[in-house]
């Protein structure tokens, strides 16, 4: 009896070895055939993009908490819709930014005074290339530069063309400016720009105040750089102003 007993424990025992060596080699037969899958699978990917390597990947994301798409590789970007307010605005503020330019094209000749010549010198340059700006982007959506309609030949600022922008000087104003030298031309000089100014910030606000306008984000960033440029300028030209009266007191 005991050596029957002793006989099934044995073979309880060696039947749990093979057990396990048979679970054992199921594992490492599973792990193997994964990582053969495995490299497969990448090695199949590698080859088809091996065979069209200039194919582009284009891809748009999704929206917040959906998956991204893949698009077929003839897609292009498009630009996003725009008004006619949009539009009316960069033609009015390239004339409104030409008008400036010419003003501070006048400093060199007409006064001595470093402070405004470093001023007009900064207004010259951001604004020259902002008017570039807005050409591009009306040049790229297929609209004209100029407000000026179909036949109607685009004229000197100075002849004004059409009705002002907000802020502009007007004939009399410019040919008093061109007029004037030195401490009056200073002067002349930061009241007509601050109030040139003000009609920029007039003209962002009726813009962001139109509905469905200034949704373009070129647009959007241009506008709103512009009216803090602006701004800043507005209150180094008042501060400077302030001091000129209290020189004058003295």
Not at 30 to 55: C, H, Y
Not at 206 to 220: E, I, N, P, V
Request: glycine share 6%; aromatic share 6%.
């Amino acid at each position: 009896m005991c050596s029957y007993a002793s006989k099934w424990k044995l073979y309880g025992f060696h039947r749990k070895r093979e057990l396990h060596s048979l679970r054992g080699s199921a594992v490492l037969c599973g792990m193997l055939l994964a990582a053969s899958a495995s490299r497969g699978f990448f090695s199949s990917t590698r080859r088809a993009q091996q065979a069209d390597p200039a194919k582009p990947v284009v891809v748009q994301p999704g929206a917040p908490g959906k998956p991204s798409r893949t698009l077929p590789s003839s897609t292009r970007a498009t630009l996003p819709p725009r008004s006619q307010a949009d539009v009316e605005f960069m033609q009015g503020m390239i004339m409104h930014h030409s008008q400036a330019v010419e003003m501070t094209g006048l400093i060199p000749s007409h006064t001595e005074n470093e402070d405004l010549r470093s001023l007009g010198a900064r207004i010259s340059s951001s604004q020259s290339d902002e008017i570039k700006f807005m050409q591009r982007w009306l040049v790229a959506r297929g609209e004209p530069v100029s407000m000026a309609k179909p036949g109607m030949p685009a004229m000197d600022m100075a002849h004004e063309p059409m009705a002002l922008m907000p802020g502009m000087l007007t004939l009399e104003q410019m040919e008093a400016l061109r007029k004037a030298k030195g401490a009056e031309f200073d002067h002349l000089f930061l009241t007509g720009m601050i109030q040139h100014h003000n009609g920029a910030l007039t003209m962002v606000k009726d813009l962001f105040d139109t509905a469905g306008a200034g949704q373009d984000a070129d647009l959007f960033n241009f506008a709103t750089d512009a009216d803090n440029t602006q701004r800043a300028e507005i209150k180094i030209m008042q501060t400077m102003l302030e001091k000129k009266s209290s020189r004058e007191e003295r």
